[in-house]
Nanobody, 122 residues
């Protein structure tokens, strides 16, 4: 079983910064892509950023230039550094992973963390 535990959310003023962390249990971390999603009240969950096992990154247009996703395989942890935060970044942020083809029968298994609240005040 895979567990994802997020931390680092909080209340910050416009223009501030936060670093979110997601610690993954189990042996899948090094071999799998990881992602951060967010969901604001009344809106659908959306992809914020992703990082492959090899370190290739992808970002939503809304956060490009302001956010950086990174991973520390030694700590089984993925990070999301968020700078120049805006009120529209207010949401619950979720860590996510989907097991890839290399996991055989477990291909496609999807795991989510419990979420961490980010609130940006204007």
């Amino acid at each position: 079983q895979v567990q994802l535990v997020e931390s680092g959310g909080g209340l910050v003023q416009t223009g501030g910064s936060l670093r979110l962390s997601c610690a993954a249990s189990g042996s899948i971390f090094r071999s799998n892509a990881m992602a951060w999603y967010r969901q604001a009240p009344g809106k659908q969950r959306e992809l914020v950023a992703s990082i492959t096992s090899g370190g290739k990154t992808n970002y939503a247009d809304s956060v490009k230039g302001r956010c950086t996703i990174s991973r520390d395989n030694a700590r089984n942890t993925v990070y999301l550094q968020m700078n120049s935060l805006k009120p529209e970044d207010t949401a619950v942020y979720y860590c996510n992973t989907i097991l890839g083809a290399g996991f055989g029968e477990r291909y496609g298994e999807t795991y989510w963390g419990q979420g961490t609240q980010v609130t940006v005040s204007s």
